[in-house]
Each structure stands twice: as structure tokens, then as C-alpha cells.
């Protein structure tokens, strides 16, 4: 065990405002750590930093070295597992040089030969295929993967290989970059049971169920600190909210203390103005002393008790109203989204009979039959491969079935969400006047979404993985429509804003066909399931 120690950490992207500003943080270097909050809170930033790939003013300090997932890999057409080794430690080279010191055989090379044997050794050298193909096979990858091509291999397959090397890395700390997004719900459940088993690593992810399974802390990117916590993503979300409730109650008391003590304070000011004025008349009576000649002493000690009393009401009221300064600084507004549903003419919107759809001898699903009623929302689910996004593209027509039929009623109004954002670029007002939907309201559902104002004005090819996917949703939220037809809606999406889906999912009663492996987010909004 050892700690990463993190001191006076400030850095700012040039010519912005501060990301992180004198942060101290010190972090066990066993720990599983989940890294959560908004979308351009700077989580990918934070493990840049971590990395020495920016510069900052403060200091980090760790004993192991810092190992970063997405990898690049070198060569990704050789074997998946000899890629996987290269990863790890670069055991090809030190075995053929130990294989040409050994030929040599010179008193200078066996001493070279002994210190590399060492090293070899120390990194697994001697067990590393055994021990990749026992990795990779916990987590569902058969032995015959890895003589094929790591570039073949799919999107969940790369990540799970990619990982298992990394963690057979020695004296290495990870930080796991959004691992998900490739993974199906089937995937991220093995993934991240297989987490929960390891330890030492940094996971950014925006899935609770995920995070709920692999971490024991939560380091939290809130609005004006950053927040360590022990436990999962669940204990952290109920802790924040009550903290969250109890901020706005004392928010609350507060306020209202203030506005008494500062109509207490006018009133004493007004009192002490009127005694004072009452020393200086020669009318009959004194300030509540009866019919005399006016005494002036007294009155004047009157006037200055009241004054005294006016300025200890206003010292209070002020320590109130800086005491409020130091409440709801990191209270996240989440205001509702809401779905511009259509009602439909007939209540079935959709049905599909003996659905299939092959490619030449191989289908992808066969003998497919689904309705789809107003109000429902159907989760389609399966493997990767198992063809979730093509059945989309059969629904809005831009895929033919191969066999059966998919009947839509007539007139049907549907609302799609890609799950690729590639094609997004140029500035949002042309993509709003090319998707033909109203400016003001997608401007207004993007700053929903905790869209920043100066984003309005930057390039879309400037924009975070989240971002861009938020632009897609905004869109899709700005089209009236009896269906919505959703691929992927909340990959890099962070998780306030899947819960705002949630609700306006759950409030506006649309119609939905989707695909997601939030299993959360299906659990919460799906009404029914279509398994592939």
C-alpha cells in the first residue's frame, strides 16, 4: 500500500476560468476509486494531470506509475495476444536479446543475460501467456480469441483484453477512462464484478450500476470543490442529497433570520432617530416621562441604546448572510426536460410479424414478433452483434426486412437519436437550421442539459464526447413526435442528466423503442423488454 499524494493542485485550460484551484487530496493506492460529476467538470482533465500530460502549479506525488485505458496499440493486426504481451512489458525484444546474449555466450554477455533474466522474471515473463489467457478468460474470452487479430476482435472483446493486460502490469496505478461504451449490459455486469476483485485504480464512468459494483470511494468534480467519499456510487448520491437538503433547509432558516433581523434593525434605527429627535423639541412631554420640562440626558442615553441595539441586529444579520455564502455552492439545478409527444390516431403505433433480417447465409434475428402500444417504452436488448441498431434502422425504414413485415400507422411521427455523433460539426445554430428544429428551444433544452453559454459559441468539433451527445438528445427532444426512437441515448452522458431522461421519460408518458445498456436507466423507464 502506498498513497498518491496531491497538494495545491490549480490549473486553468489557457485563457478560462479554474478547473481545480488549491486542491488537496491524499488517495490509497488500493483503493478502487469511481471519479463522477458533470459533463465538462474535467474528469478526463484530472487524469491528465495525473499523467504529467498538462502543466499545473502544485505537486503529485506517487510511488507507482500511472497507466491510462483507452491504449493505443502498437501493431493491432498481430495476434490479439501478442499484443496484449506488448502492452504489459516488452517481452519479445528481451527475449530475443537474451536468446543473442546466450549465443554469444562472452563473460560480458552473461552478466548482461543474468540482469535481463531478472527482469524478465520479476514481470511475469516466464508465465505471462498463461496468465493473460486466465485474465481474459474471467472475464468470457476464449483461448481461440487470442490467436486472432486484435483488430478484429469487437469493441467489448478489445476493451476486456486491454484491461486484463493492464492489470498484470506491475507497480502501475489505472486510471480507467470510460470502459462502457463498448460493452453491452451483459459485458459491463462481468467487467465489473471482475473490478470489484482488483484493486488500485481511478474509474471514470457515468453508470451507477456499474460504479455501484467495481468502487469502494467516489471522488466527486462538484460545481465549486472536490468531495472524497467511502463507498459506491449509491452511498454518495444519498449522502449528497442529504447534505443537499439540509444546505437548503439552513438556506431557508437563514433567510428568513435575515429578513427579520434587517426589519428589526430598520425599526430600532427609526426608534433611535425619533428619541434622539425628541431631545431637541420643547414640546410638553418627554419621550414616555410625562408632563415636564424635556430631560434631555436621559432621552440622549435612550437614543444611544437604541443605536447600540440597531448595530448589534445588523452584526448578526450580517454573520447570517455570511454563513449563507457558505451554503448551496455545489447544489446542482437540474431543471425537468420534457418530451413533445403526439398523441397518435389509434393506440398500436407499431407491430412486426416473423421479423428478420440476414446477410447472406448469416441472420442476425429470425421469426421476430413485437408490438408497440402508446405509452409503452420497449427496451431492445441482446449481445453485441446481435443486431439492436440494425432493428432500429428496420423500424424508421432504413433498413427492408428480409423476411416478415413491420407495420406503422399511418401518418407516424418519429423522433430518432443516433448512437454515433461523428457526423455532428460547424456551430449548433447551422446543425439547428439543417436539422430544421426550433433555435430558441434547443439553445434552452442544451442549457438544461448544464450546457455552458460559451459552448454556444464554440465549434461543435470543440466539444467533449458528452457534449456532443447531448446536442444529438436536445435535438431529438426538439421534434414533436408519436415515437421516439433512441440508439445508445446516454453513452458519455453524466448522471444527473440520464436522470433528468429518466423523469421527463417517466412524467411525459412518451412512446419509446430504445437501446441502452444502463441498467439502471432501463429498470426505471423500460415498460417492456425485446430480447435479441
Excluded at 496468465?131 to 486484435?150: D, N, S
Excluded at 409503452?376 to 413485415?405: E, F, H, I, W, Y
Aim: proline share 3%; charged share 25%.
Amino acid at each position: 500500500m502506498s498513497v498518491i499524494q496531491i497538494h495545491d493542485l490549480t490549473f486553468a485550460h489557457l485563457g478560462g476560468d479554474a478547473l481545480f484551484s488549491h486542491v488537496d487530496l491524499e488517495l490509497d493506492s488500493a483503493w478502487r476509486l469511481g471519479l463522477v460529476g458533470r459533463n465538462g467538470r474535467g474528469k478526463t482533465t484530472f487524469l491528465k494531470l495525473l499523467m504529467g500530460q498538462l502543466e499545473y502549479t502544485g505537486t503529485i506525488t506517487a510511488a507507482d506509475s500511472f497507466e491510462y485505458f483507452p491504449v493505443t496499440p502498437e501493431n493491432p493486426d498481430r495476434p490479439a495476444l501478442s499484443v496484449a504481451r506488448r502492452m504489459i512489458a516488452p517481452f519479445d525484444e528481451w527475449e530475443a536479446r537474451m536468446q543473442a546474449l546466450a549465443e554469444a555466450a562472452t563473460p560480458e554477455a552473461m552478466a548482461e543475460y543474468g540482469e535481463l533474466q531478472e527482469r524478465y522474471a520479476a514481470a511475469d515473463g516466464y508465465t505471462i501467456d498463461e496468465l493473460i489467457a486466465a485474465e481474459t478468460g474471467k472475464l468470457g474470452i476464449v483461448p481461440q480469441v487470442l490467436e486472432r487479430p486484435f483488430s478484429g476482435l469487437s469493441g467489448g472483446e478489445q476493451v476486456k483484453l486491454m484491461l486484463a493486460a493492464l492489470f498484470l502490469k506491475k507497480h502501475r496505478f489505472l486510471l480507467i477512462d470510460e470502459p462502457t461504451d463498448h460493452l453491452d449490459a451483459e459485458g459491463r455486469r462481468l467487467v465489473g464484478r471482475w473490478l470489484a476483485g482488483k484493486s488500485g485504480f481511478i474509474l471514470v464512468s457515468h453508470d451507477r450500476a456499474f460504479l455501484d459494483e467495481a468502487v469502494d470511494h467516489i471522488l466527486s468534480i462538484n460545481r465549486s470543490d472536490i468531495e472524497l467519499q467511502k463507498g459506491n456510487y449509491s452511498s454518495w448520491r444519498h449522502n449528497r442529497t442529504l447534505q443537499d437538503e439540509f444546505e437548503l433547509a439552513e438556506n431557508r432558516k437563514l433567510e428568513a433570520g435575515i429578513s427579520r433581523l434587517k426589519a428589526a434593525a430598520e425599526r430600532t434605527e427609526r426608534w433611535s432617530d425619533k428619541i434622539e429627535k425628541s431631545k431637541k423639541s420643547s414640546g410638553a412631554a418627554t419621550y414616555d416621562r410625562g408632563p415636564a420640562s424635556v430631560d434631555r440626558g436621559y432621552i440622549g442615553h435612550q437614543a444611544a441604546r437604541m443605536m447600540q441595539r440597531s448595530k448589534s441586529i445588523e452584526r448578526r444579520r450580517q454573520g447570517q448572510i455570511e454563513q449563507k455564502k457558505s451554503l448551496l455552492k455545489n447544489i446542482e439545478t437540474v431543471e425537468p426536460l420534457k418530451f413533445p409527444v403526439l398523441l397518435p390516431e389509434k393506440k398500436t403505433l407499431l407491430t412486426g410479424e416473423g421479423v428478420a433480417l440476414c446477410f447472406g447465409p448469416r441472420c442476425l434475428f429470425e421469426g421476430l414478433d413485437f408490438k408497440l402500444e402508446q405509452g409503452d417504452r420497449l427496451a431492445v436488448q441482446g449481445v453485441n452483434g446481435s443486431g439492436k441498431s440494425s432493428l432500429l434502422k428496420l423500424v424508421v425504414g432504413d433498413l427492408a426486412p428480409t423476411a416478415g413485415r413491420i407495420w406503422r400507422q399511418s401518418g407516424l411521427v418519429t423522433s430518432t437519436l443516433p448512437q454515433d455523433t461523428g457526423f455532428l460539426s460547424g456551430g449548433l445554430r447551422a446543425f439547428a437550421e439543417g436539422e430544421g428544429i426550433d433555435l430558441s428551444l434547443f439553445m434552452t433544452l442544451l442549457r438544461k442539459l448544464d450546457f455552458e453559454r460559451e459552448a454556444f459559441e464554440r465549434d461543435i468539433d470543440t466539444y467533449s464526447a458528452g457534449q456532443r451527445k447531448k446536442v444529438c438528445l436536445a435535438a431529438s427532444l426538439a421534434r414533436p413526435a408519436h415515437l421516439f426512437i433512441w440508439d445508445e441515448p446516454l453513452n458519455y452522458i453524466d448522471v444527473l442528466s440520464r436522470e433528468q431522461v429518466e423523469q421527463a421519460a417517466l412524467a411525459s408518458g412518451a412512446t419509446m423503442l430504445f437501446v441502452e445498456h444502463d441498467a439502471a436507466f432501463v429498470q426505471k423507464v423500460a415498460t417492456g423488454v425485446l430480447a435479441l
